[in-house]
């Protein structure tokens, strides 16, 4: 069917005197005609060189620097924005007509030895860098399996900045520990705006491996409309960021266990300042059932159906959905310092967890209105890298620490338990995942048998859907070839006004 359409539109083509393969190369003039207002990926050793001379030049503040789309640029070190109101984007982005995959490719391509080496794909960070903005890239740090490289983040922006700007943004595969960071610099950086960005892959799920989704440490700045999906570390991490507003983000745990959701537990470098952060209408979204049990172990016990659980894959969990204070992820490491003056209310939560919530070593918070989804688990056991002496409280919702929760307002649902380094927990055999909602057992056997080619979870062929498919196939078939044939016929009348056109107005000269 492939050739048939091919040789089809090539006659097409061909009656219409097009040259099928004419601008195909990249000196064509139809890619020039293409490409005058981006930027080059070739030669590829002096994209960043390039690109940074433009950044960089006398008088370039507000200069906006166009990527081709549908095309990779490997850079061999940082893209540097150096002067306010400068812009990195993809050529005819923001558009409702093109497609987001059309988004052009920034890769690191810098290289890394002992560990150390190129992480850094966009650097935002320049003293001279008010009103910067990466908008509509795909930003590829290409660390695929190996460790972690020391150093940035793929996107470091912020410093001693305000109003910089992220959005549309796909960031992905990070060398190093965050997908997306937004530095405090004195901490004067204020006013960044993220959103509407699709973030991850970020990190592993291995010990020490991980990596952010998003980092923020800028004051008064908005994080919304994002979709954070494998992140390892934290989804969205706040470094204190005093008077921001994270809402309205999707946060999946899919392929691997992430750490935390939304992470508010960092001292440093704001001391403990979480004064008008509010953290509201997000969804953290844990692992769902990949499977109907793990191998080697019995299904749930469930003869009434009513549980709808399975087993992961990949024991894709989130540790904790929404982490409060120092002492819940560090344990003692920061004694009893506290985080303070956050509102963290109206989240959803469904899939699997430890837990949906938990705090410890906070003061002045209002946490209230969270929401605990039908199709939600909450699992896990004390893993190897558990205390000895801390006493980890089984899996459930909602967890604090009394006597380290001052004069703060917590939902009720909320138990007393010792809340120290909760992180530590693993699931085992034991442990059972909900199906995502919409999903069950009997869709997984239905997409399966689907595959061998039956439509009945039973195996067996279904002769009446088989014969609907077959007289759909030949309908097509028979519908395409009629166009085709009428494409044809058209264009051989228009060709043949084409040159008749052509031989009078050669006449007139």
Known sequence: MFSTRFLSAFALLSLLGVNAFEGSG??????????????????????????????????????????????????????????????????????????????????????VANGEGHTIAIDGTCPTCDGVA??????????????????????????????????????????????????????????????????????????????????????????????????????????????????????????????????????????????????????????????????????????LGELELGWNNETAFIKIGIAMGPRTWFGDRFGMSMTFGAVVRNNLFQGAFGYAMAAATVTNYTITGNIIGADTTFIGSVGPNCSTTDVTPDPTAFVMNSTQVVSSQLQSEFVDRDSDSLICILPDNGDFWPWAPGKSPEDLAHDSAGKSGSNDPTGQSNSNDSAGKSSSKVGLAVGMTVAIIAAMAIAFFLHKWYMKRTRHTRQLY
């Open 26 to 111: 990249q000196n064509s003039r139809f890619f020039k005609r293409q490409n005058t207002d981006c930027i080059s990926p070739d030669p590829q050793n002096t994209i960043a060189d390039r690109i940074n001379a433009i950044l960089n030049a006398p008088n370039a503040a507000g200069v906006s620097v166009k990527l081709c789309p549908n095309t990779e640029y490997l850079i061999l070190s940082p893209l540097k924005f150096g002067q306010p109101k400068q812009e990195i984007i993809t050529l005819g982005f923001p558009s409702p007509t093109m497609n987001m995959t059309s988004r052009a490719i920034i890769k690191v391509g810098g290289p």
């Open 134 to 303: 990466l908008r509509y890239v795909q930003i590829d740090g290409d660390r695929d399996d190996a460790p972690p490289t020391k150093g940035g983040a793929n996107i470091e922006m912020g410093g001693d900045n305000e109003g910089q700007i992220i959005e549309g943004v796909r960031s992905f595969n990070p060398r190093s520990w965050s997908c997306l960071h937004l530095a405090e610099g004195p901490l004067s950086c204020s006013g960044a705006l993220i959103q509407n960005n699709d973030i991850g892959p970020c990190g592993q799920d291995s010990f020490q491996q991980w990596a952010d989704g998003i980092s923020l440490s800028c004051k008064n700045s908005i994080v919304r409309n994002n979709y954070i999906t494998g992140a390892t570390d934290g989804g969205i991490v706040i470094f204190g960021s005093p008077g921001s507003h994270v809402y309205n983000n999707t946060i999946e745990c899919k392929g691997a266990m992430l750490l935390g959701g939304i992470n508010l537990v960092d001292y440093d470098p704001w001391k403990g300042d979480y004064t008008g952060v509010v953290v509201e209408n997000n969804t953290i979204l844990g692992g769902f059932a990949t499977n109907v049990s793990a191998p080697g172990a019995a299904a749930p016990d469930d003869p």
